[in-house]
Every structure is written in C-alpha cells, then in structure tokens.
C-alpha cells in the first residue's frame, strides 16, 4: 500500500517552505543584488530549506501562542539562512553570464 494513494497528503503543509517562498517573493521584488534567473532563485530556495527547522501542520487553524513563537524562530532562521545562500549563489552561480554583470 502507498500512504499516498490511501490518504490525501496534501493536506499536510510545509509552514517552512511556504515562509520561504513568501520570503523570497519579498526578496526578488525589493531587492537588486542577486540573480533572478530560475536557476539562483532555486538554488537560493533550496538552500534556505536546507538550513531552517522544518515544520510540517496539518491544518489551517489559528495561531496559539507557542505556534506562533515557533514560526517566529523559524523566520530569523530563514532571514539568516536566506542571506547566506544569496551569498553562495553569486559566489558559484550555475551559469556564466552573472559574473561578468
Ligand atoms: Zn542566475
């Protein structure tokens, strides 16, 4: 049996990958010191992932009071993590054309 199959996992949500991508979003329009092709901003994304704690709800409900200081630790997370892959992307960006900007 796949868990898949029996049981509708989508409706498990990724809060971190979410805040990621709402963080990003932010990023991209505000800022100018970094690539916006597909390849950096996914490599950003997943870099980011990679080094903030992850956590997985199940539903949509409101914000108790030890939730909402856990999602709030996983912000500065990302604000940290997220800078960090900026800087490792332009160090090794994926293609050749960025250097040279
Ligand atoms: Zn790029």
Do not use: Q
Not at 21 to 33: A, C, G, P, Q, V
Not at 38 to 65: F, K, Q, R, W
Not at 94 to 100: D, I, T
Request: aromatic fraction near 6%; proline fraction near 3%; include cysteine.
């Amino acid at each position: 049996m796949r868990l898949e199959d029996s049981y509708d996992l989508s409706k498990i949500r990724n809060i971190t990958a979410e805040k990621v991508y709402r963080k990003m979003e932010k990023l991209i329009e505000e800022r100018d010191d970094f690539c916006k092709c597909e390849n950096c901003v996914l490599d950003i994304v997943a870099y980011t992932l990679n080094h903030v704690t992850p956590y997985y709800a199940t539903s949509l409900i409101g914000s108790l009071d030890p939730k909402r200081r856990k999602e709030r630790r996983i912000e500065v997370e990302i604000d940290i993590a997220i800078e960090e892959g900026i800087k490792r992307v332009k160090n090794h960006p994926h293609h050749e054309e960025y250097g040279k900007k």
